[in-house]
C-alpha cells in the first residue's frame, strides 16, 4: 500500500510560479520502484495526468504544460515534485499526486489533492 501527501497548493498570480511536493508513505514502499505522477482536475471534467517520472531521463508531459511544469524527485526523501512556472488562469485545478509500480497501464495510488488557483 501506498500513501500519498501533497503539499504547496496556493493561489498565484497569472506569470508566477509555485512549487507542489508529495511524499509517499507505505511499510514497505520502495519509492524508486514506483513511476511517479501529477495529475489535475477541474470541477466537471475528468482527471488528466499532466506529469510523470521514473528516472530523470524516462518523464512524460502533456501538451498543456510542455516547457512550463517540471516533474522531479528525491528517491532519498520519497518524495516528487512539481515546479510549475509560467502559471495561467487555465492552470487552476486540484492537482493530485499519483503513483504506480512501473509496468502498470494505470496509477493505482493517488494523494488527496491541493488546490491551485491562477488569478489576479
Known amino acids: 500500500q501506498v500513501h500519498l501527501v501533497e503539499s504547496g497548493g496556493a493561489l498565484v498570480q497569472p506569470g508566477g510560479s509555485l512549487r507542489l511536493s508529495c511524499t509517499a508513505r507505505?511499510?514497505?514502499?520502495?519509492?524508486?520502484?514506483?513511476?511517479m505522477g501529477w495529475g489535475r482536475q477541474v470541477p466537471g471534467q475528468e482527471r488528466e495526468v499532466i506529469a510523470s517520472?521514473?528516472?530523470?531521463?524516462?518523464?512524460n508531459y502533456a501538451d498543456s504544460v510542455k516547457g512550463r511544469f517540471t516533474i522531479s524527485r528525491d528517491n532519498a526523501k520519497n518524495t516528487v515534485y512539481l515546479q510549475m512556472n509560467s502559471l495561467k488562469p487555465e492552470d487552476t485545478a486540484v492537482y493530485y499526486c499519483?503513483?504506480?509500480?512501473?509496468?502498470?497501464?494505470?496509477?493505482?495510488?493517488w494523494g488527496q489533492g491541493t488546490q491551485v488557483t491562477v488569478s489576479s
Open positions: 499519483a503513483a504506480k509500480w512501473r509496468g502498470e497501464s494505470s496509477y493505482n495510488y
Open positions: 507505505g511499510t514497505r514502499t520502495i519509492f524508486s520502484n514506483l513511476v
Open positions: 517520472m521514473y528516472t530523470p531521463s524516462a518523464t
